[in-house]
């Protein structure tokens, strides 16, 4: 009877022994987590249609860096006066837009470019800001927190701010293993890679899920050409440079940039000439996405147009002349050109509200409401 | 035969199997082809956003801005066999300091091959598909629509008569426009596995074939067949092969 209570006694210890370790190593892990590996990004997922992608080897999607980079994102504390966060300018209702003409930050000057919308940024151009200086999201990201006129924050100083908050501290060493400008713009690259609109009433259609209005269809034919009067083919010539499925820019060298008529020579910007110093790139900006078009106006990379009816008046009878002009707008004519005819698509006023029926169709609500992009630190209330 | 000599007999016996199997693994070794295309024109460099090149059959200066096309199904071929390069489509560009796109043929048997071959242009099937194989994109700027396919070549740029520019888009595709090329590139591989060959690409020569074509007449070929046809006709003078000095 003694010796089976002692071995009872034995088993019960070495359980609580075993229990005890895994509890002990569980805490460690869960509080240190250094030993943990971040968690690959299983439920990421995106069209067939969008294309491929490329995610930066040395900054692969984690839960971790999402998780981190949305808090960031959102945090104010990533300005110098902790009062402006990335979403001041990138307001998710508006697709990441501010409805400004063009964004103003820290030191209440007007900026010279437009809120950029942050939607499907994996795929099109990979060079990012409307004229392309930054190479990659991680070359981007430091940039506006650092302007004096944009966030206006000391990076040195920001990492001593977000050292001191014991829930960064884990974040950061889960994600990264440490806090460093690194990490803060490896975070904020992770979460905006994760921005993808897929539900529009343009991707269920492709889908196969539903079908476009008359006008909306009507309006999908005319972006999808180009004009060409020898075979009575009209066309808004939009996808010459808005590709057919993420209506972005193209993604190859500089094909994602444009010069589409909006100044004529002498009032021309520098453009993606900042970026490559190549005359032949003066005036030539970022080409963006459409995708929830109707929600990111004003429109045009200095915010010029108030409305899309604007914007198709432009293309249709607005453009100005320059040297680098794409050759394709120049072209681009609905009727005969005549002698020394000025630059005109001549679509009609049916086919401008056509097209911008199909361009509502782009509008994609649950990206809009996805909790998943939403700002962290609102507690939402049913 | 003595012992010194067996021993000596014996290492040259197995010096000449070690020399044999080295020579094996060597010829079996597959090869690998560089195909280097160089875009130039008058004689030199291509050069770009420049009124640099005569209007072949009218008058005027003609400027490129952008010059693109597709190379697909390459393969070799011969009686001792083939080689078929798997994802075959290369969008060949020249808008680099060196004015050259290369293609490079990997685990290539290295056999006698009579010629390579390739398509200017997209295979049909490829051309209905919205699959990415390659450097084919569906969202890409040589893409139209899912309706109408790929652009095989674009050129785009500007003609300037008398002090007035005139855009120059030419765009030209459809399956008939695809044509297939080839050239005999002699012997391969034979002093070793990583051969080099250079071709020469002539934009002009697009708008320079039996009948010259004046481009301010015909500046912009998107849509109509007939155009196509025409431009394409000339897709076999487009890429010619510059065989290594002898």
Known sequence: MAERRDARRGRTAVVVSLASAAFALTGYLWWGNHELPPTPLAEFEAPFVFGRFNVPADNPLTVEAVQLGRRLFYDPRL?????LSCATCHVQALAFTDGKRTAIGASGRPLDFNSMSLTNLLWGPQRFFWNGRAASLEAQALQPIEHPDEMDQDLDALLAELETDAQYVVLFERAYGEISQTAVARALASFERTLVSANSKYDQ?????????????????LFMAHPDIKVSLRGGNCIDCHSQFLTSGFSTAYDGFSNNGLDAEEELGEGLQVTTGDPAHRGMFKVPTLRNVELTAPYMHDGRFATLE?????????????RTLSPLIAEADNRVKGVDQDISLHLTVTEQRDIIAFLRTLTDRDFVANPAFANPFVVSTP | MNGRTKVALGVAALLAVVLALLWYRDVSRPGSLTLEFRARSDGGPLVLNEFAYDNPGGAGRVKVRDFQFFVSNVRLGGAAGQFVEPDSYHLLRFDNAERAFTIQLTGVPRLEYDYLEFLV?????????IRAVGDLDPNGR?????????????FEGGLLVDDVQIPLVYHVGFDASARRVRFDLGTLFADAPDERRMFDVDVMRLFDGETPIDMQALSNVKFDRDDARRIASN???LIEYMPPAS
């Open chain 2, 235 to 237: 897709f076999s003078r």
């Open chain 2, 142 to 154: 040589m893409a139209w629509n899912w309706e109408v396919g790929y652009k095989f070549v674009l």
């Open chain 1, 310 to 322: 604007e914007v198709l008046a432009h293309y249709d009878h607005g453009i100005k002349p320059s």
């Open chain 1, 79 to 83: 300005s110098g006066t902790n009062a």
């Open chain 2, 121 to 129: 242009g997209v295979d049909a099937d490829a051309n209905a598909s």
């Open chain 1, 205 to 221: 259609y492709l889908r196969g899920e539903t079908k476009l209005t008359a006008e909306e269809e009507h309006g999908r034919k």
